[in-house]
């Protein structure tokens, strides 16, 4: 992918303390260079171990125009694949999940072992060696059941970061989840607004009636004197005492992002929903409810919410220029059973009205943008998140990318 001639100029003209320049959501060679420079060299959560019990089971995950094949082999590892043939470049896997006994491609038939070894490229002569045209790997990780997949040869840094974070989200019982619902709400705008507007809380309490009413952090002052009484009602019901924790390129160093904040909701919420009440079953260990909420990020690109009885996943996807997919996932305890432990429209109904308004928020935001008179503003202090954000992203496309797996 070329980089565009003139990035370096554009990237010194970014201040600190001011959005980034119009062109970085507005050009299409930007955008391309993002897709190969950034998410390409990127951890991005694709899913969770509970969508692969069995032998043969894959899931597929696309950004931009890639395509990752997450599967589980025979003996029950997992593996990660870039979803191109090794002949003509055809997507091997065209449905978003399924089964296979082996990976066979649709258009010639080549046909891959599940680990991504190439078992036979049909009708290509006796001097044709399979061993050289298996499958181009990707990078994977597995953290208490959550899949990070890296096209890169070279992927950050990672496992230091989950080491730590480890013991601190280890009483959800992450491992121990299933998908109860997931939703796309689709937004003309590019990658980065939507990423950006998730970094703050800034917009929280104009745009956002309903969350308002039971999250503190969009009210940094009044959330402040809620935590010493929180942190004791967490360690009640079997959280860590340590309630804050940032490493990697979220604490000024190098590598991925890991981010975890425990934060009260107001008094009368449990959980959040709309009355305040539990929606499911407890996560994990848990012994009741708190009041809090955890902020976790895994990356820059992967961001989780986890109540006392579920988690909700985001995902903010490039489809292209000013095109990307809002993708929300609802987690809860593998054993509970809708109908009976949980209701889903009850489950969903506060991220989904929320992600109605960040549609229109974002969309609002792009439409601005576009305008020739936009200029860079400042940001606020509660948007620190997007001048972290804006850091680790000019830092990585600043340099030469890495190699890709397929180099």
Wanted: aromatic fraction near 12%; charge should be negative; include cysteine.
């Amino acid at each position: 992918m070329n980089r565009p001639s003139d990035l370096d100029t554009l990237i010194a003209r970014h201040q600190d303390g001011l959005a980034l320049p119009r062109e970085f959501y507005t050009r299409q060679d930007i955008y391309d260079y993002d897709i190969a420079a950034y998410w390409n060299q990127s951890w991005i959560w694709v899913g969770h171990e509970s969508q692969l019990p069995n032998p043969g089971d894959y899931i597929t995950f696309d950004y931009g125009q890639e395509s990752i094949i997450v599967v589980r082999d025979k003996e029950g590892a997992l593996h990660a694949h870039l979803n191109v043939c090794r002949h003509r470049g055809s997507r091997v896997c065209t449905e978003s999940a399924g089964n296979a006994r082996v990976l066979v491609c649709p258009y010639h038939a080549w046909t891959f072992e599940l680990s991504g070894q190439l078992r036979s490229g049909r009708a290509m002569g006796p001097d044709f060696d399979p061993g050289k045209w298996g499958l181009f790997p990707a990078q994977l990780r597995v953290f208490q059941g959550l899949i990070f997949v890296c096209a890169s040869a070279d992927a950050p840094p990672i496992d230091a970061g989950l080491a730590d974070l480890a013991p601190l989200t280890a009483p959800f019982g992450l491992d121990r989840l299933k998908i109860a619902h997931s939703a796309s709400y689709p937004v003309p705008a590019n990658w980065k607004l939507a990423v950006e507007n998730y970094m703050e809380c800034y917009h929280c309490a104009p745009s956002h009636k309903e969350y308002a009413r039971s999250h503190t952090l969009k009210a940094p002052h009044e959330m402040e004197g809620l935590m010493e009484p929180l942190q004791a009602r967490s360690a009640a019901i079997g959280l860590p005492t340590d309630i804050y924790h940032t490493s990697g390129a979220a604490a000024g160093g190098a590598g991925a992002d890991t981010y975890y904040r425990r934060y009260p909701l107001y008094d009368g919420f449990e959980t959040g929903s709309r009355d305040g009440t539990a929606l499911a079953p407890l996560l994990g260990d848990l012994t009741g409810f708190d009041g809090g909420a955890t902020d976790l990020q895994i990356g820059p690109l992967n961001n989780f919410l986890i109540y006392a009885d579920h988690v909700v996943g985001y995902r903010f996807v490039p489809r292209g220029l000013q095109e990307t997919d809002i993708q929300i996932v609802w987690l809860v305890h593998e054993d509970a059973e809708e109908g009976r432990d949980y209701d889903v429209d009850a489950l969903t109904w506060l991220w989904h009205v929320t992600s109605l308004d960040d549609e229109r928020i974002i969309r609002h935001n792009q439409e601005g943008v576009n305008s020739q008179f936009f200029q860079p503003g400042p940001l606020n202090p509660m948007e620190w998140g997007i001048q972290s954000f804006y850091e680790g992203y000019l830092g990585l496309i600043a340099k030469p990318p890495a190699r890709h797996a397929a180099e």
